[in-house]
């Protein structure tokens, strides 16, 4: 009894370490190469399918079709870079198929069917949103700080080329992602005429601000706005919108009939951001009183600084 309890926990082992193999070949077609054995159910005298490996394996294979879908962008020359459509498995083919070759003769090897993955964007789409002007903001600031400028370079690469689709809202947190070293964002420890800007990420809220400002003049719907407990100098009071990773956060809705596009950069010394849809939008422009050109003193804030992306 225990001899045969031992051989089949052995046997058990076996199944599991045989290795599922997966392949692919010069037109990056995955094929799926299984034991069948490890999948038997030898319990009645037609063999039945393990469901639960298999289940393992849908989820392993689904891992490895995965392709994430690239939306078309605008280059730095200006040009459409095309988009590039991603694929995923197709769960309920791979099901059938493994099925019927498991009950076939020969081995259990087949090409794993996958589906696409549209885009969000495609060419056609950014081709006729960025032709139109409807929102812009310059903000200024002194670009002999380096970390600073490193940190709102980053975040204002991760906005550029964005579109925010009709009654979607956009969210500064989410798009720009956490702020860390690992992303490459540096420690900004300064005080800027008494604004403290924090830790990890400091400079990141001028680059909200200044989207801020290019939305609210586009006429968009703000949803989430907090502004900082100090004024600072590269807005005019009140004109803020800081943000801190799970904290707050600064969010809008486009309320328009049409996609609208985000066109972002830091050059050094300043932030641009526009905002562009189609010819066809009805859009309302709203007035927002433009940013000092004047150039913040800043000074070292040592261990003062907070932890926010001020």
Known sequence: MMQGWIAGLMLFMQMNEMADQTTKDESSQIQANVQREA?????VDVPLINNERLDRLVTEMEKKAYRKPVNATISDAGGIVKEIPGAQLNRRAFVEQFYRQFY??????????????????????????RVHPIGYYVTYFNSNNKHRFTNIKLATQAINNYVVLPN?????????????????????????????????????????????????????????????????????????????????????????????????????????????????????PRHVPGASKAIPEEITAGAEAGNSDS
């Open 39 to 43: 999948y038997r159910l030898d319990y």
């Open 168 to 284: 979607e809202t956009f969210s500064f947190n989410r798009v720009v992602g956490v702020r860390t070293r690992g992303r490459g964002y540096m420690p900004a420890k300064v005080i800027v005429r008494g604004e403290f800007s924090e830790g990890i990420g400091g400079g990141i809220c001028q680059t909200s601000s200044t989207l801020f400002n290019a939305a609210d003049r586009a006429g968009l719907t703000i949803v989430e706005r907090y502004s900082h407990s100090r004024s600072v100098p590269y807005v005019p009071s009140g004109r803020d919108a800081t943000v801190n990773w799970g904290g707050p956060d600064f969010s809008f809705k486009n309320n328009y009939n049409q996609p609208i596009l985000i066109r972002a950069q830091a050059l050094p010394g300043r932030v641009y951001v526009s905002i562009y849809s189609s010819e066809l939008i009805n859009h309302k």
């Open 104 to 129: 076939s003769e020969g081995p259990l090897k087949f090409d794993v069917p996958v589906q696409p993955i549209y885009p969000k964007v495609d060419s056609e789409l950014l081709a006729s949103i």
